[in-house]
């Protein structure tokens, strides 16, 4: 007979230790308590803690009596396999595919869909969107950070409507349908989001067959084997393959993006799945911008001669692609050249400088990310979108904190003055987002200038 939820949590020793011993927080548990119910995907945990029995489990009775999760619902055309055997079903648009494994995320953005999905940093990842009317302003060819799209798929509430928008040039599952990526609407996203809140984010595989046909059992053995994001380094797989120059500046009414004709600076810029409003805005600061690849040497970057040296946003496990990318930055540091990182450049920066990296439970991903800046007391809205942190308490001497987070408390920024290097983990070109963080772009000009902003 099921055993009530508030005797399991007594029996693992309260609330804290329960929620430590599962992996989980607290404000899961409450909802637990609530529901009287405990989802199946801690269940094996819960058993191996507890020696329960399987039938003892909070809601067994009701998990016997739902239906089979192989079972296609009337209607659906697509499906979000997740590694615990969890089916979501939907309406699939955008491109038929059986689908790779990814990691599944959340992003709370509610404009920009465009940059979101186009930005390298998703390699490797199924993107939920917490906002539930994606699609309603189509697509254009200048909103883009990158030529393709690095994610695996999307999943929107609602279904996609015809854009109502004057810059749109294309449906958004035409754009799609083109870029080969698939999306699946019509899904909860709130219970989805709320999964990869309380557990984390999953394996899975967002799957639109052509045929109609799926093999659910076959599409969770492939997600369950995905080895997931720790340790794989995906900045090559998104970097540019030679070096090239880059002079278009932000968008600006009536004119669009213009061009820098007057440079005060050269920058090299370490494309580790760069977005093009990043280059962007280097150039809008004064720049000559030079990309040259992520498994670029010390020599490559510095036989440019630039006059500081930029470190781009990318996907991946900064531990795997620092195995080459840290040699070259601690030379670009050794040669005292400025430099300024973001995203994966800051992580890369902190590993540089003798810091370690991990991988949040969560992550942040949206534009709406409070960070506040400890040299200044200012608090910033910020737009993010990365899987792991450095860890602050590894920061050696000389390394100090500049940005904290407002939501976890993870590092946002450090600083090196006696290297003139810094770096944020946000990203300060606002696309999309808010345009609060520019003036580090300023910083890092004012820096090459031999100041201060």
């Known amino acids: 007979m099921p055993i009530h939820v508030d005797d399991i949590i007594e029996k693992l020793g309260g609330a804290e230790v329960a929620a430590r011993k599962l992996g989980v927080g607290t404000e899961a548990l409450r909802k637990w308590r609530q529901n009287g119910a405990i989802p199946t995907r801690h269940w094996p945990a819960l058993i191996q803690a507890t020696g329960l029995a399987l039938g003892d489990m ?34 699939g648009f955008g491109a038929f595919t059986q689908g790779e494994p990814a990691e599944v995320c959340f992003n709370t953005g509610m404009t920009g869909y465009q940059e ?20 309603n302003v189509g697509t254009n060819a200048e909103d883009i950070e990158a030529t393709t799209i690095a994610a695996r798929g999307l999943i929107v509430k609602q279904d996609v409507t015809d ?11 035409g754009w799609l349908r083109a870029q ?39 599409l969770v053995a492939r997600a369950e084997a995905w080895p997931g994001l720790e340790g794989m380094d995906l900045a090559k797989s998104v970097s540019c393959t030679q070096a090239y120059a880059w002079d278009e500046t932000e968008w600006a009414w ?30 809008a600061a004064g720049c000559r911008v030079t990309v040259v690849p992520a498994t670029a040497t010390a020599e490559d970057i510095l036989c440019h001669r630039p006059d500081g040296v930029f470190l781009s946003n990318g996907p991946g496990d900064p531990a795997a692609t620092g195995t080459y990318a840290v040699a070259a930055i601690q030379g670009v540091l050794g040669a005292g050249a400025p430099l300024f990182g973001i995203c994966l450049g800051h992580q890369l920066l902190g590993l540089a400088l003798g810091a370690r990296t991990y991988k949040l439970a969560r992550g942040h991903r949206g534009a709406n990310q409070p960070v506040k800046d400890l040299t200044t007391g200012r608090v910033e809205i910020t737009s993010q979108n990365h899987g792991f942190a450095v860890d602050e308490a590894s920061l050696p001497a000389g390394v100090t904190v500049t940005h904290v987070s407002l939501f976890d408390g993870s590092n946002e920024g450090i600083a090196c003055a006696e290297q003139r290097a810094f770096s944020v983990q946000y990203h300060p070109e606002a696309s999309p987002g808010p345009s609060d963080s520019h003036y580090l772009f300023r910083r890092f000009v004012a820096m090459m200038d031999g100041g201060s902003e």
């Open 58 to 91: 909070p809601g067994a009775a009701q998990e016997t009596a739902m239906p089979d999760p192989t079972a296609v619902p009337d209607g659906a055309t697509a499906c979000l396999a997740l590694a615990d055997g969890s089916v979501f079903w939907g309406r």
């Open 116 to 135: 979101t999905l186009t930005d390298p940093s998703y390699a490797g990842q199924i993107i939920t969107f917490t906002f539930p009317h994606i699609g």
């Open 163 to 173: 854009p109502s928008n004057w810059r749109s040039t294309q449906r958004l599952d």
């Open 180 to 218: 080969g990526v698939a999306g699946l609407g019509g899904v909860d996203t709130r219970a989805l989001t709320a999964r990869i809140r309380d557990g984390g984010a999953p394996n899975g595989i967002l799957c639109h067959p052509a045929d109609g046909r799926f093999d659910i059992p076959m």
């Open 254 to 283: 009536p004119a669009g993006h213009g061009r820098q004709t007057a440079p005060k600076h050269h920058v090299v810029a370490v494309d580790y799945g760069a977005k093009r409003n990043i280059l962007r805005c280097l150039a």
